[in-house]
């Protein structure tokens, strides 16, 4: 990654580091605690609809001087472009997720982000975008070698030719993602970033995901959910409500630098949301052995906001003969079971006054356009290929 544009001093000035600037072990060490420490991952600018831009300059703009953070693409950039402005020789990797998935899942997608660090004669592992269970130490590229961070225990255990990544959560071991050692040119993160941030069936699209660690703890929030979780297991939970909720945890507490006026949009934002809602798994494979996406297998209704893109006009063809005006029964090559026409997310439909719903292409329609409005949408994209961007923040229900 080109660093011509990064400035080292102000990125050490935000983690609050103030060592020794040569490519070791201890200041690696010390970079990712306090990165980890300073850095909150976040999903507001995707949540409000302004997308992720992961060149250098944006991210140094957003994560340094606004004093932000972000997900996955942003911080590990941003740490990708520091370690290298220390001397460190550092190698860009893609992982897998596969938390929260049973072990004969198909395969997902190379869609987190993460970096080989080498020292000497060692290689690491250094990722501090993983959400809840990000790693905050950096661990060897050793096999089946348990690994204490301030945090959870970690170790790398063997996946065919790649690394698998596991944490240990009480008594058990969590899979996470896996890798190979491959190195990744930056435009494939472009292209997973752009889907995650655009994809209307992301989960960063509509819901509120931040997490950081602290202390011997970690804090998440999901949605109106938010959790202060020891490392002994010991949870505090709370439910926001409102703009002064909001504003004390989103700015006070995770230390996010955030204008009123956003933090008013997300409080907004959130009220539909229920109190006792749970993480949603918005990529759910097809039980069918095809593991093709089938009509209505993943359609859903999604909140619309001011920020969200004006509506457009319906997809659908609603004249009497177009197919998705006739029953399913009637449609070619449709079974009339495999039309369903329910939605999957949220659980309450009813819950969501003046929401919109998609069509077909995945254009937003709001109600009233069509007699397709004020159902649940048959949404016909393909969503078989990315469950991990529903599992890698499964955490914050479970563990937070």
Avoid at 307 to 320: E, K, L
């Amino acid at each position: 990654m080109l660093n011509a544009i990064f400035d080292l001093d102000a990125y050490c000035d935000r983690i609050g580091y103030a060592g020794p600037r040569e490519p070791d072990l201890p200041v690696l060490q010390a970079v990712i605690a306090g990165h980890v420490a300073a850095m909150a991952f976040e999903d507001i600018d995707v949540l409000l609809g302004r997308g992720v831009r992961i060149d250098v300059a944006s991210i140094q703009e957003k994560l340094v001087q606004r004093r932000r953070g972000g997900y996955c693409f942003e911080q590990n950039g941003l740490l990708e472009v520091a370690l290298e402005s220390l001397g460190f020789t550092v190698q860009p990797l893609a992982a897998r997720v596969i938390r929260g998935l049973p072990p004969t899942a198909p395969a997902t997608a190379r869609g987190h982000k993460l970096l080989r660090v080498n020292i000497v004669d060692d290689s690491y592992l250094a990722d501090v975008g993983f959400g809840n269970l990000t790693p905050t130490a950096p661990l060897a590229l050793r096999l089946e070698e348990v690994q204490s961070t301030p945090h959870e225990s970690y170790r790398l255990m063997s996946r065919g030719t790649e690394f698998e990544l596991q944490a240990r959560l009480g008594d058990a071991w969590d899979s996470l993602y896996h890798f190979p050692l491959d190195p990744v040119p930056a435009v494939d993160y472009e292209m997973v970033d752009w889907f995650c941030a655009t994809f209307p069936g992301s989960p960063f699209i509509a819901n509120l995901i931040v997490a950081r660690p602290g202390h011997r703890q970690r804090s998440t929030l999901f949605n109106r959910r938010f959790a202060i979780r020891d490392i002994d297991g010991k949870a505090t939970r709370r439910v926001l409500n409102g703009f002064g909720d909001y504003h004390e945890i989103l700015v006070d507490h995770f230390g996010l630098s955030l204008a009123e006026d956003d933090v008013a949009v997300i409080a907004t934002t959130m009220e539909p949301h229920a109190a006792d809602e749970e993480v949603m798994c918005f990529f759910q494979l097809s039980a069918r052995s095809d593991k093709r996406p089938r009509y209505g297998a993943t359609c859903q209704r999604i909140p619309t906001h001011p920020t969200h893109a004006p509506a457009r006009r319906c997809s659908y063809d609603c004249s009497p003969n177009s197919p998705s005006s006739r029953p399913a029964s009637t449609r070619s090559g449709i079974a009339a079971t495999s039309c369903r026409r329910r939605p999957r997310w949220p659980r309450r439909p009813d819950r969501w006054p003046g929401t919109g719903h998609y069509g077909r292409n995945g254009r937003l329609v709001a109600d009233g356009d069509c007699p397709h409005a004020g159902t649940a949408s048959i949404y016909d994209k393909c969503h078989v290929n990315f469950p991990q961007l529903s599992t890698l923040f499964h955490a914050p229900a479970e563990h937070g």
